[in-house]
């Protein structure tokens, strides 16, 4: 696909979940596209190498939460891994301050060429497991909004997340059809980390059977101190 292609494809596609964009913010997703190709082909990023594909299944898959993006909001993106959903919202919310965080330290890489290659500003990239990083002053409880796309179980998620966010702000987990299950799972996690459920949004990606549900949570309470625990162990013993 030609750079004219993505551009109006991309336009067409994120019109159809009621978000407006120009062409230079339309070649700014095409620069993306083009590094996230030549850095898949080194380091593996993703999966998907479609360009119609990554549009649906990345950028408008990551922009189905923009609408809870207030302007001036600090963003953290948990396990950003190429940078799903941090870039495509920073690239909408040029004015917001966004914090991407990555265990791997090749991929924070490929997110700094990003930043240069499409000027983006007020974003910052993080190499650290997110367990240890939770301890760290700057960031514990000091952002308004966390978000991660398919990070881990939901229990285990918001043990990673919620330590970040300030009280009054919001947690935003993207997770795939199938959460009832692990929304009783966490029901513990959720109370004891500080949370409380605020709206469960189920969605469809426009033009295909791809179903998600959005998780949003409200912060009520402080996080206490022993959460998160050490690296490891909230994938391999979830709250319950």
Sequence with gaps: MNKEGFIKEIILKLNEI?????????????????????????????????????????????????????????????????????????IL???????????????????EEVKKEINLNKIEMVHARVE????????????????????????????Y??????????????KGPNINEELEDAKKAIDVLGGKIETIKNIRLPDSDMERNIVVLRKIKSTPNKYPRKAGTPAKQPIK
């Design 18 to 90: 009621n978000i407006n964009i120009d062409e230079k913010t339309g070649e700014s997703f095409y620069k993306y596209t083009k590094l996230l190709l030549e850095w898949n082909e080194k380091i593996n990023l993703t999966a998907i190498t479609d360009m119609n594909d990554i549009i649906l299944k990345h950028y408008v898959d990551s922009l189905t939460i923009n609408k809870y993006i207030e302007e001036g909001k600090e963003i953290i993106d948990i396990g950003t891994g190429a940078g799903f959903p941090g870039i495509p919202l920073k």
């Design 161 to 174: 997340m919620l330590p970040f966010v300030k009280e009054k702000g919001l947690c935003i987990c993207m």
């Design 93 to 111: 919310n040029p004015n917001n301050k966004f914090i991407l965080v990555d265990s791997l330290n090749k991929r924070i890489n490929f997110l």
């Design 132 to 159: 240890d990083l939770a301890k760290n002053e700057q960031y514990r409880e000091n952002v308004d909004i966390a978000v991660s796309r398919a990070v881990a179980n939901l229990s285990t998620l918001l043990e």
